[in-house]
């Protein structure tokens, strides 16, 4: 089946600019998340929906940084006004969303890769 | 979180067997051994998981130590496909354990 889907794939923007980026989780997934990778570093928790609310933004570097999910599925992150320190590799996953599942599986996208210059 | 301590890196030879290592002395007794991976320029992907008794599925299978401060995730027989760097994380059965956090893993190098 589809896995989790993400967009641009790859994404260069001059500083100052917004940018939108988009994800597509596994159907019938109600939780999702945003993460984000630097290079070198490890993986980096921004937010977390559970259907179209979003429980958790506590990652959220700063508020240059929005998420919304519409339709408890598609999501996008917007980063306003973008700075050279946002270089980095944004990630999505979903899971099932069962409460208390605490070993649920998350299904990562491919990642949007953003450099700004 | 406890911590887990991995090598930096491993090398092995195409279609021979891998063991990757993994620390944890200071794991809690509700505390699940993951295992995620990361293909280059790919999102991670879950390999396996347990709690105390050894596990296995299609890609991979997980031996836990009998105090459980240590673990090893066994490729059976590796291929090309499976270079990758190699994440070992505990998850909680409470508080936020939705955040999924990774250190800096074990790059493994399969050789043809």
């Known amino acids: 089946g589809a896995g989790v889907s993400q967009s641009p794939s790859n994404k260069v923007t001059e500083k100052g600019k917004d940018v939108e980026l988009r994800c597509d989780p596994i159907s019938g997934h109600t939780a999702l998340y945003w993460y984000r990778q630097s290079l070198g570093q490890g993986l980096e928790f921004l937010i977390y929906?559970?259907?179209?609310?979003?429980?958790?933004k506590s990652g959220l570097p700063s508020d240059r940084f929005s998420a919304e999910r519409t339709g408890g599925s598609v999501s996008t992150l917007t980063i306003q006004r973008t700075q050279q320190e946002d270089s980095a590799v944004y990630l999505c996953?979903?899971?099932?969303?069962?409460?208390?599942?605490?070993?649920?599986?998350?299904?990562f996208g491919p990642g949007t890769r953003l450099l700004v210059l | 979180d406890a911590k887990t301590t991995q090598p930096n890196s491993m090398e092995s030879n195409e279609e021979e067997p891998v063991h990757l290592p993994c620390n944890h002395s200071?794991?809690?007794?509700?505390?699940?051994i993951h295992w995620y991976r990361q293909l280059p320029s790919q999102g991670p992907e879950y390999v396996i998981h347990g709690l105390t008794s050894n596990v296995n599925n299609r890609m991979a299978s997980l031996a836990i130590a009998e105090d459980r401060k240590s673990s090893t995730l066994i490729l059976h027989r590796a291929t090309l496909r499976d270079a990758a760097v190699y994440y070992c994380i505990l998850r909680n059965s409470g508080g936020s354990n939705y955040k999924l956090t990774f250190g800096k893993g074990t790059l493994l190098t399969v050789n043809p």
């Open positions: 200071t794991i809690s007794g509700t505390d699940y």
């Open positions: 996953a979903s899971s099932l969303g069962t409460s208390g599942r605490y070993q649920e599986t998350q299904y």
């Open positions: 929906f559970q259907g179209n609310s979003a429980p958790d």
